[in-house]
């Protein structure tokens, strides 16, 4: 399975992951910094996994295999902090076109 090549990786990107909810609020895991990414800010509709249509902001696409849960906080090259709506990873087994993981934040 090939990657998304790294020179396309330009900015990067920092992910704490979603460990759930606890007495005292939402609980995040240790942070993961300098994570390659591709970002687009740009305004696009996708669906929940609770099946709402939601409204994403930006676009994070990084290496296959990152962890980064629906409900994951992410720091933006621009320093914008936002949260993970939906993730997607985008596999072809046998097709010449590279993996890569896609985080749609609010």
């Not at 696009?44 to 994403?56: F, K, L, M, N, T």
Request: glycine residues 8%; proline residues 10%.
């Amino acid at each position: 399975m090939s990657r998304v090549p790294r020179f396309l990786l330009r900015h990067r990107v920092s992910v704490e992951p979603y460990l759930g909810d606890s007495a005292y609020g939402k609980r995040y895991g240790p942070t993961v910094a300098d994570v390659p990414a591709l970002v687009a800010e740009t305004v696009r509709q996708v669906r929940a996994p609770d099946g709402r249509q939601v409204i994403s902001t930006a676009q994070v696409v990084t290496d296959p295999g990152l962890v980064c849960p629906v409900g994951s906080r992410l720091t933006l090259p621009t320093g914008r902090t936002t949260t993970a709506i939906a993730v997607a990873h985008h596999t072809a087994p046998g097709l010449p076109v590279p993996a890569c993981t896609e985080v749609s934040c609010e």
